[in-house]
């Protein structure tokens, strides 16, 4: 397993390898200092199983960097870890495609399961986001896998948690993000990170292509 490693503070790079390394004593990491370095790694090597990076890092601006990195390397999970810890900038890093948001501040331990979970398909997303009466929903969230067009209707329905699909009800009857918060009893935050999974599950591109979809799996009806 190769993975390439990013950050602008040598001593914090000097850590994760550690930390890696006891995840996986075999693991082959690649280092980068900013934002030039990581586009000169991923041009030459192809064959990365996991690109871990900050995010303020020199030589480009986090947005466009990171729908770079995703635009080479597709099939690559990306992972944020970051000392920036805001829900509007962790939503918009997975609207762009990375598949978890670790902030720096997490222990080597939450570190290591955020990357086995990733590496296994999953979405990591962190729990102090989300305020404590909403711990179930974290639980729908942090495992959402990336799922595959090529994957069946069933597979798809099943991976929706019943909170995304009280969202997904109230997206089919023209309600705004604030709306569903109220109804639902959420933030509007943590609606807007429901919706994102609610996307990357049901592998389309808007909200409504997700009520098209979520009413041809029939786990909606058609008028909501």
């Not at 192809?46 to 390397?73: N, Q």
């Not at 009466?133 to 798809?156: C, G, H, I, R, Y």
């Amino acid at each position: 397993m190769k993975i390439l490693v990013a950050d602008d503070h040598e001593l914090f790079l000097k850590g994760l390898e550690l930390i890696l390394h006891d995840f996986d004593p075999a693991v082959e990491l690649v280092f980068a200092k900013n934002y030039l370095e990581v586009f000169d790694a991923i041009s030459e090597q192809r064959d990365f199983s996991l690109v871990l990076t900050d995010l303020a890092m020199p030589g480009a601006k986090w947005l466009d960097a990171i729908r770079k990195i995703h635009e080479i390397l597709p099939d690559t999970p990306i992972i944020i870890l970051s000392a920036v810890f805001d829900k509007e900038i962790v939503q918009k890093t997975i609207e762009l495609g990375a598949a978890g948001y670790i902030p720096k501040t997490s222990s080597n331990a939450v570190i290591i399961s955020a990357v086995n979970l990733v590496l296994s398909g999953g979405v990591y997303i962190p729990p102090e986001l989300l305020q404590q009466t909403e711990e179930n929903d974290f639980d729908m969230l942090k495992n959402v896998e990336t799922l595959s067009p090529a994957q069946t209707a069933k597979e798809k329905a099943r991976n929706l948690s019943p909170r995304q699909i009280d969202v997904l009800r109230l997206i089919s009857q023209g309600k705004s993000n604030k709306q569903i918060a109220y109804e639902l009893g959420l933030t509007e935050g943590t609606v807007k990170l429901h919706v994102t999974a609610i996307l990357k599950i049901l592998n389309v591109y808007n909200r409504t292509g997700a009520v098209v979809e979520a009413t041809h799996l029939g786990v909606i009806k058609e008028h909501g």
